[in-house]
């Protein structure tokens, strides 16, 4: 009976050697996700920065490759239908041309930034937002028109398309349908970043008019993003959000190992329950 007592004894030693440092472990993760969870919430400093510093209104410029439809109104509808070329006949899916009342011509802007604009000729609208390619174009067409005409230009800028990708939840190619889409709009048709995205490290890869590309860093921790250049989605912009380092070394591991981690916590709550019942 004597050595009974003994080995019991023994063994719940060893095995209190084993689970302390095992549950002073899961204490240490436990506390390492706590302080890993602050780095999930977006603008942090919300309470303490100056937004005075992101009014203003965002408007788009214009680039080569845009499509553009442009109309033209005035007093008198014949001296503005030179301006409004339409598309009066189609190709249907049958190969049959077919004609109708037409659509406004789009007018694509080249690489050097121009429209060929009926009866003006070429017109240079890159760098220009809309109100201002209106009052361009009323201006080249004005000497073509009476006296007490006055045209109202209205431009409208096609729909664009941006890309989002890496550790968010539904990842790809995001048409933009308004003039102007931000960084958080994107993010949400997104599907917002999963648990594993870099929340303070999100690279924006951008591309001027020249076809120039430029890489940028966002912080959505911070809330000075608001008032950044780049809080404005552009044509064409890529948003990559890196994956942390949580992602990165649970990448490395395989179906052995998950199976390995799963026999250690079967193995851990066998041992824990034989020194319950071995203790009582």
């Given amino acids: 009976m004597q050595c009974f007592y003994t080995n019991v004894t023994y063994t719940y030693i060893n095995m209190k050697k084993i689970l302390v440092p095992f549950v002073a472990l899961m204490m240490i993760l436990l506390v390492g996700s706590c302080a890993g969870s602050k780095k999930v919430a ?4 919300a309470d303490s920065i100056n937004w005075a510093a992101s009014r203003g209104l965002y408007d788009a410029k214009i680039m080569p490759k845009d499509m ?12 503005a239908a030179p301006f409004n070329l339409s598309v009066g006949s189609t190709v249907g899916t049958s190969g049959q041309l077919t004609s109708g009342g037409g659509s406004l011509q789009g007018y694509l802007v080249d690489n050097e930034g121009y429209i060929n604009f009926p009866v003006v000729g070429k017109v240079h609208v890159e760098g220009l937002t809309k109100n201002e390619c209106q009052d361009e174009i009323a201006a080249k067409i004005k000497p073509y028109m009476a006296a ?10 096609a729909s664009y398309r941006v890309t989002v990708t890496g550790e968010v939840n539904n990842p790809g190619v995001i048409p933009v349908n308004t003039e ?3 960084v958080v709009e994107a993010l949400a048709q997104a599907g917002d970043l999963t648990l594993y995205g870099k929340r303070d490290n999100v690279m924006l890869i951008r591309e001027d008019a020249n076809g120039q590309k430029s890489m940028h860093r966002l912080n959505l921790n911070d809330a000075n993003l608001f008032s950044s250049p780049y809080y404005y989605m552009q044509q064409n912009d890529i948003l990559y959000v890196e994956p942390n380092g949580v992602k990165a070394k649970s990448s490395g591991i395989g179906a052995s190992t998950t199976i390995w981690f799963s026999l250690i916590g079967i193995t851990t709550s066998v041992a824990s329950l034989l020194v319950n019942i071995l203790r009582n």
């Fill in 42 to 45: 977006y603008w942090q400093n």
């Fill in 148 to 157: 007490r005409e006055n045209p109202i230009v209205t431009v409208r800028m």
């Fill in 68 to 79: 553009l439809t442009i109309t033209v109104n005035t007093t008198d509808p014949a001296a």
């Fill in 180 to 182: 102007k889409m931000s």
